[in-house]
């Protein structure tokens, strides 16, 4: 019986272990911010790197890449190692299989040893249907460029369409022969196993027995992993459309679902865009193959396609991992405008920026960027791309004329889209924006966007709005209890508690937003030797080396992967779908978020922080201002022996900013037990037995979480 891998590919090298040497070799060239880079877009943060996790949804990056240590890091869910660990989780690749990604990409030549007999038993089909893969994409490569029916059809075919001998080669485009069975017999006769011709469909199984080829005289586009992997194939006709009538098959065929192929997961053109899109901080969303290829000749490579199907929720956060800004250029037919409000609300949703470019009528991307120099293209893009709040209302508003119900339901359908953005700053711009635009008073627009908020918690609306709304839930919404346990009049013990955990939080925040979490021991010692830990002496200070003495505007050196408070004390809260019960709060929040994000990008020298409370005593609300200023000066006289024992909050931040949130999720879990305790002293009010169970049930979770909690803050509450 001959090996599994020979029964594969006979002639491909025996598979095989890679020898020590060329292991060190490939760890030694391998860097991680480059490896990461491939499927991350990554900024400059300081001496390290940062970016949205790609093993967990976020919304404020907490991901790190450390150049020096060689490592990645996420704060949020834990995830992280060395370029190869990396590889192994975000490709799902084996050890070996990881090795050889690193030694193709540094050009290094792998040195293996044969595998042994059970070696190559243990091997993944996933990697065999991967082979099969990219030799039938070279296939239809070589049929496309060397045969005489490839160069008389396809290759007529790609230059009709306007396409270059370059742009061609770059997407790897292909032609597969008129005959039935070309590939499947050359594919046997090389001894490629069967199961997985049929597995990644490029072969199909009649009831004889007998193998015919899915793609037979199509042009082929080979679909891509964001690491370059051929892990599908989309084959269109070149049949006129009487003819694709009379035979009844269809335009396009594409691969079907596999073990290494799932289409909502792909993005055509992602594996050439991606560096571009980082470039650029944008990306264009299209529909279809050509649409990519033409723009992407055109001059805009940052474009990518969700290849002819509608967009899915995992296409988009795809899609965030390497951008926050995102335009969606679909056809200017009736199609192409409900396509683009489909997908306006699914990218809100996930917190991205929407503009969107539609075309003329009759044009779609591909025909649009042949008809136009790259000059002109990129000149109606500029001219012509609106946020989503114009795009909408200028469609939904065309035919409302003077029909003020019309006018009404065009207004609430814009609010809808704009109350699932989760992100309360934005959603409070927009509805400013179309209050301004639509002569509607603010308050009118949020107390519908309240209502909205709650039909969807409370699962109210309709199957489409479930699909495409997902807003960020807030303490209220948690959906274990019911929505109707009565609230108390008078703030109790444990609101009070509440209400001053999140202004001790808030507090910190605004204090010591922009610091690191975790300050390098040399910078706390030697802060101690100069005095520095005192605002008077500090202003008399000599500034070291090192970094100046300047405990008043923060600046401070941090342990390399320390995440920053504001950041880390956002990803915590998110984590447990936490939100400040004051509006006011959870701006702070977010906008100490946005003040180290960018302070951070255009940071002067590594290790250099900043004072958020500077910021927030300049701020023009009044609320804000007045409440930085009086933590300012909210300070506490000691003694001078007590003077030498105290060592300054901002040097202690490791514990106390974990503890303030630790404090807060307590005085949740307080605030929930008191509410479901009233509903059952009230005689359940109402509820019925399968409610008073999950009552029930969420109140014993409740008493395990507490206990939890009493034990990280000192075991404050005994156990019942």
């Given at each position: 019986?001959?090996?599994?891998?020979?029964?594969?590919?006979p002639?491909f090298?025996a598979?095989?272990?890679?020898?020590?040497?060329?292991?060190?070799?490939?760890?030694a060239?391998?860097?991680?911010?480059?490896?990461?880079?491939?499927?991350?877009s990554?900024?400059?943060s300081g001496?390290?790197?940062?970016?949205?996790c790609?093993?967990?949804?976020?919304?404020?990056?907490?991901?790190?890449?450390?150049?020096?240590?060689q490592?990645?890091k996420?704060?949020?869910?834990?995830?992280?190692?060395d370029?190869?660990?990396?590889?192994?989780?975000?490709?799902?690749?084996s050890?070996?299989?990881?090795?050889?990604?690193?030694?193709?990409?540094?050009?290094?030549?792998?040195q293996?040893?044969e595998?042994?007999?059970?070696?190559?038993?243990?091997?993944?089909?996933r990697?065999?249907?991967f082979i099969?893969?990219?030799w039938a994409?070279?296939f239809?490569?070589?049929t496309?460029?060397?045969?005489?029916e490839?160069?008389?059809?396809?290759?007529?075919?790609?230059?009709?369409?306007?396409?270059?001998?370059?742009?061609?080669?770059?997407?790897?485009?292909?032609?597969?022969?008129?005959s039935?069975?070309?590939?499947?017999?050359e594919?046997t006769e090389?001894?490629?196993d069967r199961?997985?011709?049929i597995d990644?469909?490029?072969?199909?199984?009649?009831?004889?027995?007998?193998l015919?080829?899915?793609?037979?005289g199509?042009?082929?586009?080979?679909?891509?992993?964001?690491?370059?992997?051929?892990?599908a194939?989309?084959?269109?006709?070149?049949?006129?459309?009487?003819?694709?009538?009379?035979?009844?098959?269809?335009?396009?065929?594409?691969?079907p679902?596999?073990?290494?192929?799932?289409?909502?997961?792909e993005?055509?053109?992602?594996?050439?865009?991606?560096q571009y899109?980082?470039?650029?901080n944008?990306?264009?969303?299209?529909?279809?193959?050509?649409?990519v290829?033409?723009?992407?000749?055109?001059?805009v490579?940052?474009?990518?396609?969700?290849?002819?199907?509608?967009?899915?929720?995992?296409?988009?956060?795809?899609?965030?991992?390497f951008?926050?800004?995102?335009t969606?250029l679909?056809?200017?037919?009736?199609?192409?405008?409900?396509a683009a409000?489909?997908?306006?609300?699914?990218?809100?949703?996930?917190g991205?920026?929407?503009?969107?470019l539609?075309?003329?009528?009759?044009?779609?991307?591909d025909?649009?960027?042949q008809?136009?120099?790259?000059?002109?293209?990129?000149d109606?893009i500029?001219?012509?791309?609106?946020?989503?709040?114009t795009?909408?209302?200028?469609?939904?508003?065309?035919?409302?004329?003077?029909?003020?119900?019309?006018?009404?339901?065009?207004?609430?359908d814009?609010?809808?889209?704009?109350?699932?953005?989760?992100?309360?700053?934005?959603?409070g711009e927009?509805?400013?924006?179309?209050?301004?635009?639509?002569?509607v008073?603010e308050?009118?627009?949020?107390n519908?966007?309240?209502i909205?908020?709650?039909?969807?918690?409370d699962?109210?609306?309709?199957?489409?709005?479930?699909?495409?709304?997902?807003p960020?839930?807030?303490?209220?919404?948690?959906p274990?209890?019911?929505?109707?346990?009565?609230?108390a009049?008078?703030a109790?013990?444990a609101?009070?508690?509440?209400?001053e955990s999140?202004?001790?939080?808030?507090?910190?925040?605004?204090?010591?937003?922009?610091?690191?979490?975790?300050?390098?021991q040399?910078?706390?010692?030697?802060?101690?030797?100069?005095?520095?830990?005192?605002?008077?002496?500090?202003?008399?200070?000599t500034?070291?080396?090192?970094?100046a003495v300047?405990?008043?505007?923060?600046?401070?050196?941090?342990e390399?992967g320390?995440p920053?408070?504001?950041?880390?004390i956002?990803?915590?809260?998110?984590?447990?779908?936490?939100r400040?019960?004051?509006?006011?709060?959870n701006?702070?929040?977010?906008m100490?978020?946005?003040?180290?994000?960018?302070?951070m990008?255009?940071?002067?020298?590594?290790?250099?922080?900043?004072?958020?409370?500077?910021?927030?005593i300049?701020?023009?609300?009044?609320c804000?201002?007045?409440?930085?200023?009086?933590?300012?000066?909210?300070?506490?006289?000691?003694?001078?022996?007590?003077?030498?024992?105290?060592?300054?909050?901002?040097?202690r931040?490791?514990?106390t900013i974990?503890?303030?949130?630790?404090?807060?999720k307590y005085?949740?879990v307080?605030?929930?037990?008191?509410?479901?305790?009233?509903?059952?002293?009230?005689?359940?009010?109402?509820?019925n037995?399968?409610e008073?169970?999950?009552?029930?049930?969420?109140?014993?979770?409740?008493?395990?979480?507490?206990?939890q909690?009493?034990?990280?803050?000192?075991?404050?509450?005994?156990?019942?």
């Amino acid at each position: 019986m001959r090996h599994f891998w020979q029964q594969i590919v006979p002639d491909f090298p025996a598979l095989s272990m890679i020898d020590s040497n060329t292991i060190a070799r490939i760890r030694a060239a391998a860097d991680i911010v480059q490896v990461v880079g491939e499927f991350v877009s990554l900024r400059k943060s300081g001496a390290n790197y940062k970016g949205l996790c790609p093993f967990h949804d976020e919304k404020t990056p907490s991901f790190m890449v450390s150049p020096s240590k060689q490592i990645c890091k996420c704060f949020s869910c834990g995830n992280g190692g060395d370029a190869v660990s990396f590889l192994m989780k975000h490709e799902q690749l084996s050890y070996v299989e990881a090795m050889k990604w690193l030694a193709r990409k540094y050009g290094i030549e792998v040195q293996e040893r044969e595998l042994s007999d059970e070696e190559r038993e243990s091997q993944n089909s996933r990697e065999a249907m991967f082979i099969v893969n990219e030799w039938a994409r070279d296939f239809f490569v070589r049929t496309l460029h060397e045969s005489a029916e490839g160069a008389a059809i396809g290759m007529t075919y790609f230059r009709q369409r306007g396409l270059r001998d370059d742009i061609i080669r770059l997407f790897q485009l292909g032609f597969s022969p008129a005959s039935r069975t070309a590939l499947s017999y050359e594919a046997t006769e090389k001894g490629y196993d069967r199961k997985y011709l049929i597995d990644t469909g490029l072969s199909i199984e009649g009831h004889d027995g007998k193998l015919s080829d899915r793609y037979y005289g199509r042009v082929i586009f080979p679909v891509f992993t964001i690491s370059g992997r051929v892990v599908a194939f989309g084959g269109r006709t070149l049949l006129s459309k009487e003819e694709q009538k009379a035979k009844s098959i269809g335009k396009y065929v594409n691969s079907p679902e596999s073990d290494i192929y799932h289409k909502k997961n792909e993005l055509y053109g992602l594996y050439q865009a991606k560096q571009y899109i980082a470039k650029y901080n944008k990306v264009f969303l299209v529909e279809g193959y050509l649409d990519v290829i033409s723009m992407f000749q055109a001059g805009v490579q940052n474009v990518v396609a969700s290849s002819g199907t509608s967009l899915t929720t995992q296409q988009v956060k795809l899609l965030h991992r390497f951008t926050e800004n995102v335009t969606l250029l679909y056809d200017g037919d009736a199609a192409g405008i409900h396509a683009a409000l489909r997908g306006v609300n699914m990218l809100l949703t996930e917190g991205l920026n929407i503009r969107v470019l539609m075309l003329p009528d009759g044009e779609d991307p591909d025909t649009f960027a042949q008809g136009h120099s790259p000059e002109a293209l990129r000149d109606y893009i500029e001219k012509n791309e609106t946020d989503f709040i114009t795009f909408k209302a200028s469609f939904l508003l065309k035919e409302a004329s003077q029909d003020p119900i019309r006018r009404a339901s065009a207004i609430k359908d814009i609010v809808e889209s704009i109350a699932i953005i989760p992100d309360e700053v934005l959603r409070g711009e927009y509805v400013r924006d179309l209050s301004q635009r639509m002569k509607v008073d603010e308050s009118t627009l949020l107390n519908e966007i309240t209502i909205f908020r709650k039909r969807v918690r409370d699962g109210e609306t309709d199957n489409n709005a479930q699909n495409a709304t997902t807003p960020t839930p807030s303490v209220e919404e948690k959906p274990e209890t019911p929505q109707r346990i009565p609230q108390a009049v008078h703030a109790s013990t444990a609101q009070r508690r509440l209400a001053e955990s999140e202004r001790n939080l808030i507090s910190k925040v605004m204090l010591y937003g922009g610091m690191p979490l975790l300050l390098k021991q040399e910078e706390v010692e030697r802060r101690w030797k100069t005095g520095g830990h005192n605002d008077q002496e500090a202003d008399t200070a000599t500034e070291t080396e090192e970094t100046a003495v300047q405990p008043r505007a923060r600046r401070l050196l941090a342990e390399e992967g320390s995440p920053f408070v504001a950041p880390y004390i956002m990803a915590e809260l998110e984590a447990d779908g936490i939100r400040f019960s004051q509006p006011l709060f959870n701006e702070i929040l977010q906008m100490a978020v946005q003040k180290v994000e960018e302070f951070m990008e255009n940071a002067p020298e590594p290790g250099v922080f900043f004072s958020t409370i500077e910021h927030f005593i300049q701020y023009p609300d009044e609320c804000v201002s007045a409440m930085a200023v009086g933590l300012q000066q909210d300070t506490i006289q000691l003694s001078t022996n007590q003077a030498r024992e105290y060592v300054p909050e901002e040097q202690r931040l490791y514990t106390t900013i974990p503890r303030a949130v630790h404090e807060l999720k307590y005085a949740l879990v307080l605030v929930e037990k008191e509410s479901l305790s009233q509903a059952f002293n009230s005689n359940g009010n109402g509820y019925n037995d399968e409610e008073m169970c999950r009552m029930m049930q969420r109140l014993t979770e409740l008493h395990t979480i507490e206990r939890q909690l009493a034990k990280v803050l000192g075991g404050r509450i005994l156990a019942r």
